[in-house]
């Protein structure tokens, strides 16, 4: 129940998928937490849920990609709870889908935009707080396909970005006790995922999915709760000796 009592922490894009098991459980395990997404709706609503199980939470609207809001709401997240302890980096989209000489320069942009740069712009701003709490943790959202390659050339490049730019921050935060930590998950059953599959081919969702807990050695696809239990590990002091690492939850795809 205590494992992250005490501290404060943001989770972007929390409001569905991923992001949203790993606010919840978070709350669960005694953190204060800020969902920061553009989903208002559905940020609220998680917001609820938390607070229904008994633990603390607000709602921000925040887009990552612009940098003046992640500044203004950080700061107001900070004179609201005092600190800022824990930064969960997971908003993100998917990518085109597209061979690179298919691919508008614009696409390429969206996508970095939000998945790497995001990233860059919130640890930017969670950093100062973070020293003045005398230490932190930081987890960033990468992908299996930050590791290996496949038929998503910018979503690689992104997530490859999130890998390593997460490992240049451990290095340099670590003397201020921050640590900074990637996590790379296979095929998980979320809003996002379903939608990337049913906006490029409604027919193909259910032999989709099937094809991927096909792929995966352990036989099933992840839940977003999976990935939240590690996001939640890395958030805690179990982890306390951990920097620069690259947590993998792909059900065994990456091993093969
Ligand atoms: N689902 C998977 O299979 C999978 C696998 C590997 C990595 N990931 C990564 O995990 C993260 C979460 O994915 P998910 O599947 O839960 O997605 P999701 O679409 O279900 O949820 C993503 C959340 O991010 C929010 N978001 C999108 N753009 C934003 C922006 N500009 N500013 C703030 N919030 C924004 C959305 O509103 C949404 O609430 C992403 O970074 C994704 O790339 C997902």
């Known amino acids: 129940m205590d494992r992250v009592r005490g501290k404060v922490a943001i989770v972007t894009g929390g409001a569905l998928g991923i992001g949203r098991a790993a606010g919840l459980l978070l709350a669960k395990e005694g953190a204060?937490?800020?969902?920061?997404?553009?989903?208002?709706?559905?940020?609220?609503?998680?917001?609820?849920?938390?607070?229904?199980?008994?633990?603390?939470?607000?709602?921000?609207?925040?887009?990552?990609?612009?940098?003046?809001?992640?500044?203004?709401?950080?700061?107001?997240?900070?004179?609201?709870?005092?600190?800022?302890?824990?930064?969960?980096?997971?908003?993100?989209?998917?990518?085109?889908?597209?061979?690179?000489?298919?691919?508008?320069?614009?696409?390429?942009?969206?996508?970095?935009?939000?998945?790497?740069?995001?990233?860059?712009?919130?640890?930017?701003?969670?950093?100062?707080?973070?020293?003045?709490?005398?230490?932190?943790?930081?987890?960033?959202?990468?992908?299996?396909?930050?590791?290996?390659?496949?038929?998503?050339?910018?979503?690689?490049?992104?997530?490859?970005?999130?890998?390593l730019l997460s490992k240049g921050d451990a290095s340099v935060y670590a003397k201020a006790n921050i640590r900074v930590n990637s996590v790379h998950p296979g095929y998980i059953l979320t809003p996002g995922f379903t939608g990337m599959i049913e906006k490029r081919d409604p027919e193909m969702?259910?032999?989709?999915?099937?094809?991927?807990?096909?792929?995966t050695p352990l036989g099933r696809m992840g839940k977003p709760e999976d990935i939240a239990n590690g996001i939640l590990f890395l958030a805690s002091d179990e982890s306390s000796y951990m920097t620069g690492t690259e947590l993998i939850m792909d059900g065994g795809i990456t091993s093969q």
């Open 32 to 163: 204060r937490v800020a969902i920061a997404d553009i989903n208002d709706d559905e940020g609220k609503k998680a917001v609820d849920e938390i607070k229904k199980d008994g633990g603390e939470a607000s709602y921000w609207q925040m887009d990552v990609t612009n940098e003046k809001e992640v500044e203004k709401v950080f700061g107001e997240i900070y004179r609201k709870y005092g600190q800022i302890n824990i930064l969960v980096n997971n908003a993100g989209i998917p990518g085109t889908g597209k061979p690179s000489d298919e691919m508008t320069e614009e696409e390429f942009e969206r996508v970095l935009n939000i998945d790497l740069k995001g990233v860059f712009r919130c640890t930017k701003h969670a950093v100062p707080y973070m020293k003045k709490a005398g230490g932190g943790s930081i987890i960033n959202m990468s992908s299996m396909l930050g590791i290996i390659g496949g038929g998503d050339p910018v979503y690689h490049a992104a997530k490859g970005g999130v890998r």
């Open 205 to 215: 969702l259910e032999g989709f999915l099937k094809s991927c807990a096909e792929r």
